[in-house]
């Protein structure tokens, strides 16, 4: 999904070259022919070769707006079982917003080098689902999909379009950018952590989710590198994960004894700390 | 870190930077302004449109004239919707985005001129005669016919020295004929429909 937007940049520079007017149709010349554009889309809706998916933000969003489609709810399937599944991996994996917090975190680092104070307030996270009630209550009573205006990938897909498009991103710029001022000077990935409706809904969805980080407690050496490298507070050193963990992998990467692994817990089978 | 030293190159960098971030936010620049937007085809009526809308930006990626604008610096209700400024770039009666749209706030309509005339109502003409220079004398022009997809249908001209006349029930409200009209002032607008004008469905 996330080679989409480059995906695009390629069909618009073949049609401004004057290639074909629809070159995923025209241009792969072995696939068959859909009769419309076989990739569109960002994150937030994205059509690929006939399949349909939706972020369930964006369902959440139509039925509040008080009317209904299976196609709406079938274009979320996909989203909610790989996240009831795999956990928050959304936030970690396929969010484009996730560049612009690993940005934001290197600000930081470098703030810090030149003697610049940021603070690093901690808002509860539950605070996401009061964002995510109020714009579908927005949603409800003003009958606008105005959740896409507040949630990144959305923004950002449409900016990235904006940009190649027309040369020029708007508002959504601004609002991507105080984001990155929030989360670089007042809180560390803030805004994901305390605020975004679709990751308040990934939060919830990734309760059931049996891919867990997993500590292997002999070989711990309680460095606490995977503490300090986590952008969402959690704690795999103390074996402190909630449903916040966006099973980014970097505590497993930066763990100098591998003493964590991301693992399917279930079945059984695997006892904690195995590695799979 | 010192904040007090402005030397050449620290003001220039500046100014570069402040220049650059707002060419990005400035948001799309149309070439000529028009007094309304239109929705795209097939569009849902006022209201529905808003409520199914997810603006996502399929519509204008898959656009091939990139006359589907998005434009975020707008009310909530109307920021980063899709809209068709005709007098800036018309739409071309494609309908791939009505194939793409997921929410079916564009309802899907095949490519059938014979379909599209019947189906399709982004807004009605409004010819004024004051400015065609057709009809004030100051011109020979009939591009409105020229470009138009319904020409002899929604525009045809007629006298001995051509003039257009348009035919609100016949016209698709594409807004070729806005585009290509010469004149400053669009001598013809198409308007957006209102409740009251609203196409049966």
């Known amino acids: 999904m996330l080679l989409v937007p480059l995906l695009h940049l390629i069909q618009n520079v073949a049609d401004s070259a004057g290639v074909t007017t629809s070159p995923w149709t025209g241009w792969v010349r072995g696939l068959p022919s859909l009769g419309r554009p076989a990739a569109s889309g960002a994150p937030w809706s994205v059509g690929l070769y ?22 709406w709810l079938l274009g979320a399937v996909p989203a909610v079982v790989l996240v009831v599944f795999l956990g928050r991996y959304f936030c970690g994996w396929i969010c484009p917003y996730a560049l612009v917090v690993g940005a934001s975190n290197a600000a930081r680092s470098l703030l810090a ?37 507040f949630y990144p990938p959305a923004v950002i897909g449409r900016a990235l379009g904006k940009v190649i498009l027309f040369g020029s991103a708007g508002a959504g710029a601004v609002f991507i950018g105080a984001l990155f001022l929030f989360d670089t000077f007042v809180s560390r990935a803030g805004f994901c952590r305390s605020f975004c409706p679709g990751g308040a809904v990934f939060r919830l969805l990734s309760i059931p989710s049996p891919v867990k980080v997993v500590r292997h407690a002999p070989a711990c050496t309680n460095c606490g590198a ?17 449903q916040d963990c966006e099973r980014c992998g970097k505590c497993v990467a930066v763990c100098p004894t591998d003493a964590l692994g991301l693992v399917l817990i279930g079945g059984g089978k695997k006892s904690p700390g195995a590695r799979t | ?37 239109l929705r795209p085809p097939g569009a849902l009526p006022p209201g529905d449109f808003e409520a199914a809308c997810i603006r996502c930006f399929r519509c204008a990626e898959v656009c091939p004239p990139q006359c589907i604008r998005f434009d975020a610096w707008l009310p909530p209700a109307e920021a980063d919707t899709p809209f068709v400024v005709p007098a800036d770039r018309a739409c071309t009666l494609c309908m791939a985005c009505t194939e793409v749209c997921p929410t079916g706030a564009l309802g899907r309509i095949e490519r059938q001129p014979d379909l599209i005339a019947l189906v399709v109502k982004m807004g009605h003409p409004e010819l004024s005669k004051d400015r065609c220079l057709a009809w004030n004398g100051k011109g020979n022009c009939h591009l409105c016919h020229d470009v138009c997809p319904y020409r002899n249908q929604a525009v045809t001209l007629s006298g001995d020295r051509p003039r257009p006349e348009f035919h609100p029930s016949l016209c698709v409200g594409c807004g070729l004929c806005e585009e290509a009209c010469p004149v400053d002032d669009q001598a013809i607008r198409i308007r957006p429909l209102s409740e009251k004008t609203k196409a049966p469905s």
């Open chain 2, 1 to 37: 870190m010192k904040w007090g030293k402005w030397d050449r190159r620290r003001v220039l960098s500046a100014v570069l930077g402040l220049f650059s971030f707002s060419a990005l936010t400035a948001g799309l620049r149309v070439r000529r302004a028009s007094a309304e937007w």
């Open chain 1, 226 to 242: 995977c503490d300090v490298v986590c952008n969402f507070a959690q704690s795999p050193m103390t074996d402190r994960l909630d």
């Open chain 1, 113 to 149: 080098k030149l003697g610049v104070r940021t603070y690093d307030l901690k808002v509860p996270p539950a605070t996401a689902y009061g964002v995510l009630l109020i714009l579908l209550l927005a949603t409800a009573v003003t009958g606008q999909q105005v959740a896409s205006l």
């Open chain 1, 50 to 71: 006939g399949l349909e998916l939706l972020d369930p933000l964006a369902t959440l969003g139509l039925l509040a707006a008080r009317s209904f489609s299976w196609s």
